[in-house]
């Protein structure tokens, strides 16, 4: 499990296909204490660390991920939030995050708002996903409140320290985005419309 607090930014250095999987190779500041098997969060994507030399470190993507989030356009020179998993003496900063992504999503536009940033964000409605109101998602990874929350569409306020500790520096109009919608929310709305919706 993650909480959406994005602990470093790695660069991609390198990616390898084989098969239909891929693997990406990035350098991070926390690959010294990573260990093989270990899970961390890509973007908001959950992946297990295959290999490890203390300064880059590997996961593997399967054909089902790439299909179902950005990482089929990820480029070497990238920069990807990441997180590993929470720690059980760890505090709950963020909101509960299973690092399995909904959907992409797409930046509408971005105002700088004095300071701070606007980040709209549209969806398609049509997978079933909603936003609330002053709710929780995760954006690539990152725990954010909505608002102007509307069908397959919703809106975010960026603070400077999570615009230049996140890879929301780098985001442009246009650009996919990982969205894992808030969990709860998410059985609530799948009682709501019955197993077979």
Not at 17 to 33: D, I, Q, R, W, Y
């Amino acid at each position: 499990m993650f909480t959406g607090i994005i602990e470093a930014l790695g660069e991609i250095k390198n990616i390898e296909k084989e098969g239909t999987n891929v693997h990406f190779t990035l350098a991070a500041s926390l690959a010294p204490e990573l260990k093989i098997d270990q899970s961390v969060a890509h973007n908001g994507v959950c992946l297990t660390v295959v290999k490890t030399d203390g300064v880059n470190y590997t996961v593997t993507a399967i054909d089902e991920t790439l299909q179902k989030t950005n990482l089929g356009d990820w480029s070497i020179g990238q920069k990807v939030n990441l997180e590993r998993c929470m720690a059980a003496d760890g505090r709950f900063d963020g909101h509960i995050v299973q690092g399995h992504v909904d959907q992409v999503g797409e930046v509408e536009n971005i105002s700088e708002k004095d300071g701070s940033w606007v980040f709209d964000f549209g969806f398609d409605p049509g997978k079933g996903n909603v936003t609330v109101e002053k709710g929780s998602i995760t954006i690539n990874g990152t725990s954010l409140t909505c608002f102007n929350s509307k069908n397959g569409k919703f809106s975010v306020a960026i603070i400077p320290y999570t615009y230049e500790h996140t890879n929301f520096h780098q985001l442009k109009i246009g650009d996919k985005v990982n969205l894992e919608f808030d969990v709860i929310g998410k059985y609530i709305q799948r009682i709501i419309r019955g197993y077979d919706n």
